[in-house]
């Protein structure tokens, strides 16, 4: 015995142009029958939430598959799967697509080349999945882009409920970011983890999906973007502030990354608050009151 509900879109051309667009979706659970030998032209992440089954891919490996798992199937890739027939499991899948997909690959959101995905728990994903079958109703005018969002949000609840992942990030990261500000070479940043830089640039690769210096460079700027809106330092001292002796180099490096001189981007963004901004994260669901005028 089983239970299934699904919807089905067809997203417009103008919808594929945002990057990523949903095709599908579906909740199930029981013993559910048997899906394929088949091929797919599009993306399908396949979550269990609990029971289990097995997975056979290309290769006609049988693995197992435990809940809580993430079934990632690719385009033009074969597969053939289905639940324990005695036990069945809890499943709910989302079908997309859009050329954004070669990017979330590329940075290890989506991972063609391990199909079945231990996870630490499905709650985000689930979330996600629940947002996009709200939007499914019919009739709703906002349902390509609405769903579209929520594939979004879903690859990275699926990223970050990963199961060899620490739910905070990876420690390798934290250090680094810890760092950040440090004028270290990645030479420098691997010896203090006790990593060669080859290792380092795998640790990162696989929590971030960049180089260690990119990923430095990222915290970098943003840092020099916040210090240079809400400060009147010295693009030199902000330069220092974020790990750059030179301030030379700096505005160069800045002006590439960025498309703008640092000086011009503080004449854009700059609102000098006394102090600097709060390093307190404000919670949106619940803004501070602000009092209105006295009577």
Not at 178 to 200: I, K
Request: hydrophobic share 40%; with cysteine; net charge positive.
């Amino acid at each position: 015995m089983y239970h299934t509900w699904m919807r089905y879109f067809t997203p417009s051309p103008v919808h594929h142009r945002l990057g990523l667009v949903c095709l599908g979706v579906g909740l199930q659970h029981g013993a559910l029958p048997t899906v394929g030998p088949r091929t797919l032209d599009h993306h399908v992440a396949v979550v269990i939430g609990a029971g289990g089954g097995w997975f056979r891919g290309a290769d006609g490996e049988r693995v197992t598959v435990t809940a809580p798992a993430l079934i990632w199937l690719t385009p033009g890739v074969p597969h053939h799967y289905g639940p324990d027939p005695a036990t069945g499991w809890d499943e709910s899948f989302v079908d997309f697509t859009g050329p954004a997909t070669a990017t979330y690959t590329e940075l290890g959101y989506i991972e063609p080349e391990r199909p079945v995905v231990p996870l630490a728990d499905t709650a985000l994903a689930r979330a996600a999945v629940g947002r996009i079958a709200r939007a499914a109703r019919r009739g709703n005018p906002l349902l390509e882009v609405e769903t579209g969002a929520a594939v979004h949000e879903l690859l990275v609840a699926l990223r970050r409920a990963r199961a060899d992942l620490a739910p905070d990030g990876d420690p390798v990261l934290q250090a680094l970011a810890r760092d950040a500000f440090q004028p270290l070479s990645v030479a420098e940043h691997a010896a203090r983890h006790g990593m060669t830089p080859a290792e380092l640039r795998t640790a990162v690769r696989r929590g971030a999906g960049c180089s260690p210096k990119d990923y430095l460079l990222g915290i970098r700027l943003g840092r020099a973007k916040e210090l240079l809106a809400a400060t009147e330092l010295p693009v030199a001292a902000v330069a220092r502030r974020v790990g750059y002796d030179d301030p030379a180099y700096f505005s160069r490096l800045f002006t590439r990354r960025v498309g703008t001189a640092p000086v011009r981007f503080r004449e854009q963004q700059g609102r000098a608050v006394p102090g600097g901004w709060s390093s307190r994260i404000p919670d949106p669901e619940h803004p501070p009151t602000i009092p209105g005028p006295a009577t």
